[in-house]
């Protein structure tokens, strides 16, 4: 089986109690990446325009009322995205290899 990277154990906190939640178990994906319909390139691949629902826009906040407490507290979202080269023995898009 092939090696998968996972994510650090991210742990929220409610900052009255203390008590602690996972992302999952607090946060919707849909509302942390949103949902656009509609996107438009230019040529070059850059995206110079988005469109989202109303209600489906990628959120910089989300509210959440502690079960421990009881107390509503917000969590501010930061997501951040890094890309790299797949390995080239593993990238089988290109057709030709290298010998040496």
Request: aromatic letters at 12%; glycine letters at 4%.
């Amino acid at each position: 089986m092939e090696d998968v990277k996972l994510q650090p154990r991210p742990i929220i906190k409610c900052p009255h109690c203390g008590n602690e939640y996972l992302a999952g178990e607090v946060l919707f994906p849909i509302n942390m990446i949103g949902y656009p319909v509609n996107i438009v390139r230019d040529t070059l691949g850059h995206i110079i325009y988005e469109e989202y629902p109303e209600n489906k826009e990628p959120l910089a906040e989300e509210t959440y009322w502690c079960d421990k407490c009881e107390k509503p507290f917000i969590i501010e979202i930061e997501v951040k995205y890094k890309t790299r080269k797949m390995e080239e023995e593993k990238d089988f898009s290109n057709t030709s290899a290298t010998l040496w």
